[in-house]
């Protein structure tokens, strides 16, 4: 767990405005649909930033909140249009769905305007490592119960990745939003660092279970490149707080973006308002 220092690691905050062309651009936590989404943040980071391969890991329209309040400005518009644009112009999409965009789950397999939809994939960098790429909120059960399952082992890890499904399957049929575990536990300030910890354990735990070298998620809004016990754990963040994304430098390196040029442009005038996220 404690994150030894790597060359990975370096954190952007990039001012310059000249355009990057990565190998691999790792988007999630968009939240499109909802107020809190920093659409013209993104808008202006996608202006400058194209990669042959665009993964969207998650949480990138707001599906629940579809259904409640719905918030869509000219900028959400583009941001869709934007992406699609990059689809025809060559670049590969893929779209894991989180727990917000659930509906897309679906059409897991499919393949339309351009955009391959799948549950978890895995991305091999140009270096030669193995990374599972999945959204996270899969692990929520597994995240809360962590001491229990593991007293419990491996059966009981399953059985709480189903539960998992089952109850939010449940409780959508019933009319009730998507029971967010990272919510809960940020209403529990105090819990909030161990959540965060443990979250990162099993999503790295299932890495390795996998036989991958490291794991690309998002669901937590927290971004993060490390190792955790000779895994890469990668986190790309959101684009309701942070503003971030994961690079991969056509040597494969990873890199963490922390969108900050408009901000910077602006700069003396007031803070751009950015509404906290209600959830993951
Ligand atoms: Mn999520």
């Not at 190998?23 to 980071?45: K, M, N, P, V």
């Not at 660092?193 to 735990?205: D, H, K, M, R, T």
Request: charged content about 25%; overall charge neutral.
């Amino acid at each position: 767990m404690a994150a030894r220092p790597q060359r990975l690691v370096k954190m952007t905050d990039d001012v310059s405005a000249e355009h990057r062309h990565y190998r691999t651009l790792f988007l999630s936590d968009i939240h499109l649909g909802t107020r809190g989404c920093q659409a013209e943040l993104l808008l202006d980071f996608m202006r400058f930033n194209d990669a042959e391969t665009i993964y969207l890991v998650g949480d990138i329209v707001d599906g629940w909140r579809l259904r409640r309040s719905w918030y869509w400005s000219q900028a959400h518009n583009d941001v869709v249009q934007k992406l699609l644009r990059k689809g025809r112009k060559g670049a590969r999409i893929v779209y894991l769905p989180g727990n917000h965009d659930e509906f897309l789950r679906g059409y897991l397999g499919t393949h339309f305007g351009g955009v391959d939809v799948v549950d978890t994939c895995i991305h091999e960098t140009a270096d030669g490592r193995r990374l599972l790429i999945i959204h996270g909120d899969q692990f929520d059960v597994v995240v809360r119960h962590a001491k229990w399952l593991a007293h419990l082992g491996d059966w009981a890890y399953v059985a709480a990745l189903n539960v998992n499904t089952a109850v939010n399957k449940a409780r959508r049929f019933l009319g009730f939003p998507y029971w967010s575990l990272s919510a809960w536990a940020k209403l529990k300030v105090k819990n909030a660092v161990n959540f965060i910890g443990a979250f990162e354990q099993a999503l790295s735990g299932e890495a390795r279970r996998q036989g991958a070298d490291g794991v690309v998620c998002g669901h937590i809004h927290h971004a993060a490149l490390r190792e955790i016990d000779g895994i890469a754990y990668v986190n790309t963040g959101d684009w309701v707080e942070s503003c971030t994304a994961v690079a991969e430098h056509h040597d494969g390196r990873l890199e963490i973006i922390r969108w900050t040029r408009l901000a910077e442009e602006r700069a003396g005038l007031p803070a751009l308002a950015a509404p906290r996220a209600a959830a993951e």
